[in-house]
C-alpha cells in the first residue's frame, strides 16, 4: 500500500527544485518552510489513508453510466467530499474567490500524492483547476462572480470540451458550433469525445468549457472560440435552475483509470426537452480566440498530467520494493538469514529497482523544478520572462519523460512481482493500465517532443536552454569541488551526457533555423528523452551534494554509471538517424 | 484486424534461420520447400480467418469456472475441434504417435500465428506439446501407448504443474508430495498454483505432469519426482473411467489472456468421493529425477513463449500501421493528398513504426534461428552437440527478447493510437495486457539472462559464443563485399555493436570463471539485451543481402543507424556497473 514520500517530495522541491531558495529570497511572499511542511505532511497523510485505500474498489467498480447519469464508485463520493472540506481543491486556486494562492510547487506536490492514491481520482479536480484559469484570465466579471468561487472550493466541478472523433491532435478540425442567441448567450451544438469527468455525481452541477465554431468563422485554428456551458443554470440568487441542453451519451470502456468517467458529450440535441434545442452558453474571451484561452492553461496542465507519471513511478516503486523485500526465492550473496533469500537481494532485482527508483526521483526533480520555474515567472520583468522561458522549455520535458516514466517503471514494478504482478488483485497490473494514457492525453509525448524542439529550443534566439545547459554544467563543477567519496565516474559521465545534450541541441537547433524541419521531426522524440536524462543525472548530483548523503550519493551514482550512458546512442538518433528513417519509412504507407 | 504474415515468416525462416539451406542439404529428411509453402500458407489462413476473429470475445468473455468446471468463451470449442481436426496440434508430434514429425521451425512458425491470432489459445497446446516430450522421453512405454496419441492429436490436452506458492522461480521450495501406493502407483497430494489450462472444456481428458516429492527424497531439487495424474483414469479399452482426485479450486483474475484458464490445482483433497484421498499418479523417468525430466523440454517451452512476444509484436505492429494509414490529423510534408495527412507520414509517427516493425523483424530472426540450431541439433555427433550449445545458447535470448519486445511494441502500439488506443474494443490495449505475461512464467526474464551468463557463455569451454560472433562477423563482411547501395553506416555500426558484443562477452566470462559472479549476476540483463541487439542487427543484414530489395536493406539501415547504438551504453552497463548497483542496493533491503 502507498505512503506519500512527504520527506522525499519535501527535499526535492526545497533543495533539488529550488523552493527553500525562492523562500529565502522572499520571492514566494509570506510562505514559510513550516506552512510548506505543514502542508505536505498533511496532503500526505489524506492521500495515504484516504485516497489509496479507495483505489482497488474505484479500478474495479469503475464508473458507471445509466440514463445519462454516471455513478462513481461506492466511497468515491465520500472520498471527494471530505477532500474539499480539507481545501484541498482550492490549494493554489485564486485568494480572490476562496483559493489560498499558494504556488504551483505545492500545487503539483500535491498533486503526486492523489495521483499516487488513485490517477483516476487525481485526473478529475486536475480538470477543475484547468477551468478555474481559463475563466479567471479569460472570463467576464459575471461569469467569475457566478462560477468561480465554487470551481475554486470545488463544490462544482470544470471539464474541458476540446476533442472530436475527427480532431484530436489537430485541433483546427473541430466542427463543434455555436451559434449567437441575440441576447449575449450562444447555442452550442456538437459532439465532444474522451471528456473527463463530463458526467458525474461527485458534485451538483458541472461547468464544461467547450470549443466551438461561430457561424462566420475563419477555418483552421483561428476560427475556434470557447464557451462556458453549465450542466444547470445558475439563478441569481446562485441556485440550481433548470437543466441544460448537454447530455453524456456513452462512457468508454477503457485499459486503465476506470474510475475516471471519460464521457461523450452531446450539446444541443434537444434531451432537455421544453424549448428550442441548442446548449446554452457564453463566451469566453474573445471571439475565435478561443484557443489562446486554452493555450494559457495548457502548460498547467501539461505539467499535472506530467504528475500522474511521477505519481504512478513512486507507487509501483513503493510496491515493487515492499514485494521484494517479502517474497523470498533461492540464495543470495549478501543475505545471511535462515532459508531462502528475500529477492530483494538478488543483483539482477536490484537493478530493477534501482531503476525504477533513480527514474522516478529525475522525474520529479524536472517536474518540480517546472513547477518552480512557472512560481518564479510570476515575478514580472526580466526575471519573469527568464523563468517564463524555464517553465516554457521544461513542460514537455516534465509531460512526455514523466509520463514515459510511469509505463515504463509500471511494467518494471509487475515485473519484480512475477507471476502475483500478473494477478489483479496484487494491485501492480492497474499501475501498468492506468500509467498508459498519460503519454497520449493533454497532447500525445510526440507532439510534446515536436513542441519542444520547434518552440522551446528556439526562444531567447536559442540562447535560453543554451544558459540552462550552462547551470547545469556548474552543478557538475560543484560536485567536482565537493570532494564527497563514493561518487565514482559520475562527474565525468554526467559531463558526457551534458556534452551530447549540448550537441543534440545546436544541431536541433541549426535544422529548425535552417530548413531542416523533417530532421528535427524526426528527432525530437530522442531528443526529449536524452534532455531528460541529461538534466536528471544532474538534479540527482545536486540532490545528493546538498544533503551528502550515503545513500543519495550511492543512487545518483547508480544513475551515472548505469542509465545516463543512453543519451549518446540518443545523440546518435538524433542527428544521424533522420535519413534512413526517411528511407525506410516509403514502405509503411499503404499502397 | 491481423492477417498471418507468411511470406515474411517464410523468408525469415529460409534466408535468415537457414531453413532453404537445411533442405537443400537434406538435414530435414524428406521435407521439401513446396510442403513448408503449403503448411505456412494454411496455417496462416487458419490464424487469419479462424483464430483471430475470435480474440476479442476471448478477452471480454474470459474463461469462467463453475462448480470446479470450467467453461471456455463462446465459440472457443469448436475453434479448438476444427484446429485439431486440422492436424496442427500434431504438427511436429512424433511420427509413431500419429504426429506429423516435422521440424521444430515450422512449429515455431505456425506457433506465431496462433498466439498472433490469440495468445490465450495458442499458449493452451504449448502445454500439450511439452507433456508430449516429457512422456515421450521419459515415460514407460505403457504410458507412452494410453496416452500419447490422444495427447499429439490434441483429443486430450496436458498441463505442467510446477509453481507453488512458496516455490516459483526456485523449485527446490516444493512441497508437494507423492506416496507410493504399492502397485506401482502413488497417491499425489498438494497445491499448485498459475496451472496454464489446468481446468476446461476443450477436451474430455486432460493430462496433468505434476512435481511432487517422495517421502524419503533427499531436500531441494534432488528429491522431486514427476508424475502422470490424469483428470479420468483411462480403461483398458482406452475408454475414460472414474475421476480423479485432483480438481481446481479457482481460476486467477488477471491483466491478460483472460481466455486462458489460469488455475489453483488442489491434489488429494478427496474431492472425488469413494475410497482414500489422494490422486493417483504415475512415475515418469526416475524417482527423485523429475527436474531432470522437466528440463528437457524446458528450451522448447521457453522458445514456444519467446513466439509469444514475437507474435504479439507482429499483431501490434500491423495494427499501429493499419491505423496511421487511415488516422488522419494534420499536415505533413511528403503528403500532397487532399485534406489532413495520414498520420503515417508524420516523422514521429513512423519512428515509432519503423522500430517496432524492426523489433519484431529481429526478435523473429533470432527465434526462428534458435528453432533452426534445435533442428539440426537432431543430427548428433560432433555436428548435433554444436548445434546443440547453439539451441542452449540462444533459447535464452528467444525467450526473453522476444518477449520484452512484446511489450515494449504493444505500448508502442497504444500510444501510435492515440485516444483510441485506450479504448478496451479497439484492441491494442489488449495486446499491451496480453503481452505482459510472457516476461513472466517459463522462468522470468532475469533468470534467463542470468541463465545464459552462468550457463551457455561457458560452453565449450566459452568458445561456442565466440565462435557464434564470428559468424555474425562474416556475415558483416559480406555485407561490406556485397556493394549493395543503401546500407549508409550498415557496416560500421554492425561492426561496432559486434565489438560492443565481444568485449562483453569475454567481461562475463571471465567473471562467471573467476570469482566475479555477483558482477555478472548483476550485468546479466544488460547484456541479455546486447547480445540480441548485436545479433538481430546482422539477421536484418543477413536477410537484407539474400533479398537484395529496397525495403529490407530500409529497415536493416534504419536499425543500424537508431538502434542498434544502445549496445555501448550496454556494454558499459555490463562491465561498469555492477559496484555502483551493489552500493545503491543497500537502501533497499527493509531495516
Redesign the interface.
Known amino acids: 500500500m502507498y505512503r506519500a514520500p512527504v520527506d522525499e517530495i519535501a527535499f526535492t522541491l526545497k533543495h533539488v527544485a529550488g523552493l527553500q531558495a525562492a523562500i529565502d529570497a522572499g520571492s514566494l511572499g509570506e510562505l514559510s518552510e513550516d506552512l510548506v511542511d505543514a502542508i505536505l505532511h498533511e496532503a500526505g497523510r489524506f492521500a495515504t489513508e484516504e485516497v489509496a485505500p479507495l483505489h482497488g474498489i474505484g479500478d474495479a467498480h469503475g464508473a458507471v453510466l445509466k440514463d445519462a447519469a454516471v455513478t462513481m464508485p461506492p466511497g468515491w463520493k465520500d472520498l471527494y467530499r471530505r477532500w474539499i472540506d480539507g481545501g484541498w481543491n482550492a490549494l493554489s486556486g485564486p485568494e480572490e474567490f476562496g483559493g489560498q494562492g499558494l504556488p504551483t510547487m505545492l500545487g503539483v506536490a500535491a498533486l503526486e500524492m492523489w495521483n499516487s492514491g488513485s490517477m483516476a481520482f487525481g485526473i478529475g479536480p486536475t480538470l477543475t483547476m484547468g477551468a478555474v484559469e481559463a475563466i479567471e484570465k479569460h472570463a467576464s466579471e459575471a461569469l467569475k462572480k457566478t462560477y468561480l468561487e465554487k470551481l475554486v472550493s470545488g463544490e462544482w466541478m470544470g471539464t474541458m470540451n476540446l476533442?472530436e472523433p475527427?480532431a484530436?491532435?489537430?485541433l483546427?478540425?473541430l466542427r463543434a458550433r455555436a451559434e449567437p442567441v441575440g441576447d449575449g448567450t450562444y447555442r452550442v451544438f456538437g459532439q465532444k469525445?474522451?471528456i473527463t469527468y463530463g458526467e458525474h455525481d461527485f458534485t451538483d452541477n458541472i461547468v464544461h468549457l467547450v470549443l466551438a465554431r461561430l457561424p462566420d468563422a475563419p477555418a483552421g485554428t483561428r476560427g475556434i472560440s470557447l464557451f462556458l456551458v453549465p450542466k444547470f443554470f445558475v439563478e441569481e440568487d446562485g441556485s440550481l435552475g433548470a437543466r441544460n441542453d448537454v447530455f453524456c451519451s456513452s462512457i468508454?470502456?477503457?485499459?486503465?483509470i476506470h474510475a475516471s468517467p471519460t464521457c461523450t458529450m452531446i450539446y444541443g440535441d434537444g434531451f432537455a426537452g421544453g424549448g428550442q434545442p441548442g446548449a446554452i452558453g457564453w463566451l469566453i474571451g474573445e471571439e475565435n480566440k478561443g484557443l489562446a484561452c486554452m493555450f494559457t492553461m495548457m502548460n498547467n496542465a501539461r505539467l499535472a498530467v506530467g504528475m500522474q507519471g511521477v505519481a504512478i513511478a513512486e507507487t509501483a516503486t513503493q510496491k515493487a520494493?515492499?514485494f521484494?523485500?517479502e517474497r523470498?526465492?533461492?540464495k543470495a550473496?549478501g543475505y545471511d538469514g535462515d532459508g531462502?533469500a528475500?529477492i530483494?537481494?538478488?543483483?539482477?532485482?536490484?537493478?530493477?529497482?534501482?531503476t525504477m527508483?533513480a527514474l522516478t526521483a529525475i522525474a520529479r526533480a524536472i517536474a518540480y523544478s517546472c513547477a518552480h520555474a512557472t512560481d518564479m515567472a510570476h515575478a514580472g520583468g526580466e526575471a519573469g520572462k527568464h523563468w517564463q522561458e524555464r517553465a516554457n522549455l521544461l513542460t514537455p520535458i516534465a509531460k512526455a519523460f514523466s509520463t514515459d516514466v510511469g509505463?515504463e517503471v509500471a511494467?518494471m514494478g509487475?515485473?519484480v512481482h512475477?507471476?502475483m504482478?500478473?494477478?489483479?488483485?496484487t494491485g501492480a497490473?492497474s499501475l501498468?493500465?492506468d500509467a498508459?494514457?498519460a503519454?497520449?492525453?493533454e497532447g500525445?509525448?510526440?507532439i510534446q517532443?515536436?513542441d519542444l524542439v520547434t518552440r522551446k529550443l528556439p526562444q531567447a534566439g536559442g540562447d535560453h536552454v543554451l544558459g540552462y545547459i550552462g547551470e547545469l554544467s556548474e552543478v557538475v563543477d560543484a560536485l567536482r569541488d565537493s570532494n564527497l567519496d563514493?561518487f565514482?565516474?559520475t562527474a565525468d559521465n554526467l559531463e558526457a551526457s551534458l556534452k551530447d545534450f549540448l550537441d543534440a541541441t545546436l544541431f536541433l537547433q541549426d535544422q529548425v533555423s535552417d530548413g531542416g524541419?523533417?530532421q528535427a521531426?524526426?528527432g525530437?522524440?530522442?531528443y526529449l528523452r536524452l534532455f531528460a536524462l541529461a538534466a536528471g543525472g544532474v538534479y540527482l548530483a545536486k540532490g545528493a551534494i546538498a544533503e551528502k548523503s550515503a545513500?543519495r550519493i550511492?543512487?545518483c551514482?547508480?544513475f551515472?554509471?548505469?542509465?545516463v550512458?543512453?543519451t549518446?546512442?540518443l545523440k546518435?538518433?538524433v542527428s544521424?538517424?533522420?535519413?534512413?528513417?526517411?528511407?525506410?519509412?516509403?514502405?509503411?504507407?499503404?499502397a
Open positions: 476533442t475527427q484530436g491532435s489537430d483546427a478540425a469525445i474522451f468508454e470502456h477503457k485499459l486503465g520494493i515492499a521484494a523485500n523470498r526465492q533461492g550473496t531462502m528475500p530483494v537481494h538478488h543483483p539482477d532485482v536490484q537493478r530493477n529497482l534501482l527508483k509505463v511494467s509487475v515485473q512475477g507471476g504482478g500478473f494477478i489483479e488483485e497490473a501498468y493500465r498508459r494514457i503519454p497520449i492525453y500525445t509525448n510526440g517532443a515536436i563514493g565514482g565516474r524541419l523533417q521531426l524526426a525530437a522524440t530522442p545513500g550511492a543512487l551514482r547508480f551515472a554509471e548505469n542509465l550512458g543512453e549518446r546512442a546518435e538518433r544521424l538517424g533522420a535519413e534512413s528513417l526517411a528511407a525506410a519509412a516509403a514502405a509503411l504507407v499503404a
